[in-house]
């Protein structure tokens, strides 16, 4: 059975940092983009971060980047977001996916497994 856990979120001042860590257990994902998303209370999910099957390609949301890096570890099946910088405006539930492609892209659609989400909180 799949399944993802993530790990890392917490309670932070805003200029703050977090660093998120999911890893995924059942099959290995050395082939399948993954990716993070967050849902804040009362939005809709939206897409923070992707990587493709290899790491070697990156992309992310306008609103984080320059701030947070993704990256991947395929032998110990985990991918890592680091928050830099952090703004109220990230508070969510991020979550992490794994695509059902070699790189997932920005829609949830795309992505066919999901953690149970890890709570941040920047505070003003």
């Known amino acids: 059975q799949v399944q993802l856990v993530e790990s890392g979120g917490g309670l932070v001042q805003a200029g703050g940092s977090l660093r998120l860590s999911c890893t995924a257990s059942g099959r290995t994902f050395s082939r399948n983009g993954m990716g993070w998303f967050r849902q804040a209370p009362g939005k809709e999910r939206e897409f923070v971060a992707g990587i493709n099957w290899s790491g070697g390609n990156t992309y992310y949301a306008d609103s984080v980047k320059g701030r947070f890096t993704i990256s991947r570890d395929n032998a110990k099946n985990t991918v890592t977001l680091q928050m830099n910088s952090l703004k109220p405006e990230d508070t969510a539930v991020y979550y992490c996916?794994?695509?059902?492609?070699?790189?997932?892209?920005?829609?949830?659609?795309?992505?066919?497994?999901w953690g149970q989400g890890t709570q941040v909180t920047v505070s003003s």
């Open positions: 996916a794994v695509a059902k492609f070699t790189s997932g892209g920005i829609s949830s659609g795309n992505y066919n497994y």
